[in-house]
């Protein structure tokens, strides 16, 4: 890759959000934000190489955006609003502050995660409209048909243009709840990456869990005082410092206990462990934790130890019953029943896991869960009988794989037994 090319990738990178952010504003238009950034960076693939990379790329890139988007509305000179949207880009005047926090790519964030919209399009908007990847990548990464995802990008701008959706942050009473959406937007991100689904996909989607580190990142940038985001950041963090360890290379997934700790990522542990002992402080001072800064701090405890014998499954135990009181959901139950099984034994753990069957029989990691406790207890042909159930609901190949030869181990077992 050249320097030019480069420089333009970086910008891309660097500015696509800001871009975006500072012609919506302006215009108050999304499709017009979108289509005139979408210009400015093919002008400067153009006339870059010939005429060099500017001082300053970003400030090039909005100048050039802003006469695009004139350009087209003076085409467009059907509507007198649009007219007047054309006149009002000449005006330089600093916008008077919306919301709690006066930032144009907040404000952005925030309008592509109305609750108005489906979570799915919150999604694919976000990584449209804030993250800069095209419709054929979002639609490769949630594999949906590149038509139906440029209709369900379509259709929500649209919404947000017909139900008036206002263009700003929240006011401060809201804006802890909102915040909450952003990130569960992020965090499902995150996780269609750290799990990739469906056939013919990376197990590991890199490229997704790069994003959704790097937006939450902007989000963090924006609000440095939110302990969710902050958790959220961390938990990514020290979930993506272990995906060297987590695929084998035969293409199967490599379970905790069993992952080579020195391949980590130690750089992003210490910066995970860090933010967590950033909102350790904060929950001592007397600020309560939320979700994400309890899964940040379980994870910092599983990273702790150089290896799975030295885990301090106690600390693990009382952390997930502090999730328990903040998140009682059938899932968070499920996970704890993990570290239960460890200090108390398989069989007190099963108890906990069956427990939740009725709301999570149809999710693959409470079979699996429950066919490792049986495993453990002796029970094989009810464990092989929950290893084809997990099998059967897995979305993710590297998961199946690792699943069928566990399932497979149970097998060789008997047939070893029955030979003696």
């Not at 499902?188 to 990456?193: I, S, T």
């Not at 994870?299 to 502090?322: E, F, G, K, P």
């Not at 066919?371 to 002796?378: F, K, N």
Request: proline share 5%; aromatic share 4%; with cysteine.
């Amino acid at each position: 890759m050249s320097g030019v090319d480069a420089a333009i990738t970086r910008a891309h990178h660097d500015e696509w959000a800001r871009v975006v952010a500072a012609l919506t504003r302006r215009f108050g238009d999304l499709d017009i934000a979108e289509d005139a950034a979408a210009e400015a960076f093919a002008t400067a693939v153009e006339r870059w190489p010939s005429d060099g990379v500017p001082p300053n790329p970003g400030a090039w890139l909005t100048t050039t955006a802003n006469r695009k988007a004139i350009d087209r509305i003076r085409r467009e000179n059907k509507r007198d609003d649009k007219q007047k949207a054309a006149q009002a880009a000449y005006d330089d005047t600093p916008p008077e502050p919306l919301g709690a926090i006066d930032d144009d790519r907040l404000r952005l964030i925030f309008t592509c995660c109305h609750p108005a919209l489906a979570m799915e399009t919150r999604v694919a908007l976000t990584l449209r409209m804030v993250g800069g990847l095209t419709v054929p990548e979002i639609a490769r990464a949630f594999l949906v048909a590149e038509s139906a995802m440029g209709q369900r990008i379509t259709r929500a701008k649209a919404k947000i243009k017909a139900a008036r959706i206002p263009y700003r942050v929240p006011s401060a009473e809201d804006l802890p709840a909102r915040v909450s959406g952003v990130l569960t937007v992020l965090f499902l991100v995150f996780n269609e990456g750290y799990l990739a689904t469906g056939p013919g996909t990376d197990p590991v989607r890199h490229d997704l869990t790069a994003e959704a580190i790097r937006l939450t990142r902007l989000i963090r940038a924006l609000l440095p005082d939110d302990g969710e985001v902050a958790g959220l950041l961390a938990l990514m963090l020290l979930i993506e410092a272990r995906r060297p360890a987590r695929v084998s290379a035969g293409g199967e997934l490599v379970a905790l206990d069993e992952q080579d700790r020195e391949a980590w990522d130690a750089a992003l542990i210490a910066e995970g462990h860090r933010l967590v002992r950033e909102r350790l402080a904060a929950a001592a001072a007397g600020v309560a934790p939320g979700r994400y800064q309890i899964l940040a701090a379980i994870n910092a405890v599983h990273t702790s130890a150089r290896d799975i014998r030295n885990t301090d499954w106690s600390q693990v135990l009382a952390l997930y019953d502090q999730l328990v009181r903040v998140d009682p959901s059938p899932t968070v139950a499920l996970n704890r029943a993990v570290a239960v099984a460890e200090l108390d034994g398989p069989e007190v753990a099963l108890a906990d896991v069956d427990r939740v069957e009725h709301e999570l029989g149809g999710y693959h990691a409470y079979h699996a869960t429950r066919a490792d406790l049986l495993r453990r207890l002796g029970r094989d042909e009810e464990s092989r009988a929950a290893y084809d159930k997990a099998v059967e609901l897995a979305g993710n190949t590297a998961e199946i794989a690792s699943l069928i030869r566990r399932r497979d181990q149970l097998r060789l077992r008997d047939a070893a037994a029955r030979d003696r």
